[in-house]
């Protein structure tokens, strides 16, 4: 059987904010007005947070399923299609060239972009839920998984705990 993989997991690092804004540059200079929003949102968006070292990167553009206005343009900036969903809100997610980048397109308006920054702008507010948040993550990074998504969804029950009570903050 092969051996599992681990998630490595570290401190904050405050210079997340400065990678998030090359690449800001980067996509907004292959896409121009294409970009409908562009948001830093994942675990390396909120202070003080403990993080997988990959900057998750949200891109809003008109259509995400037609790929033809907008992915010629990342992958001669240097990004790469590594997911395509088209069952799930059209997602795609592409590799950045330099930076560790996952840079997750939807179309703008789509339900999943307001649940992401949601769940951002809680944590980033509530360090109660932050705290939660970053031992449930350690701790899960403690075992061995099968894949990333494995590990992904392994934080599910955690975070519809945060998000219940983002959206009923009473």
Known sequence: MAAGIRIQIVEYDPLWPQLFEHESSRIRGALGARVLLLEHTGSTSVPGLAAKPTIDITLGVADSAIEADYLPDLERAGYRLRVREPEWHEHRMLKGPGTDVNLHVFSAGCAEIGRILRFR???????????LYARTKLALARREWRC???YAGAKGEVIAEILGRALDPL
């Open 148 to 150: 990333v998504d494995e």
């Open 121 to 131: 702008n809680w944590l980033r507010s509530h360090p109660a839920d932050r705290d």
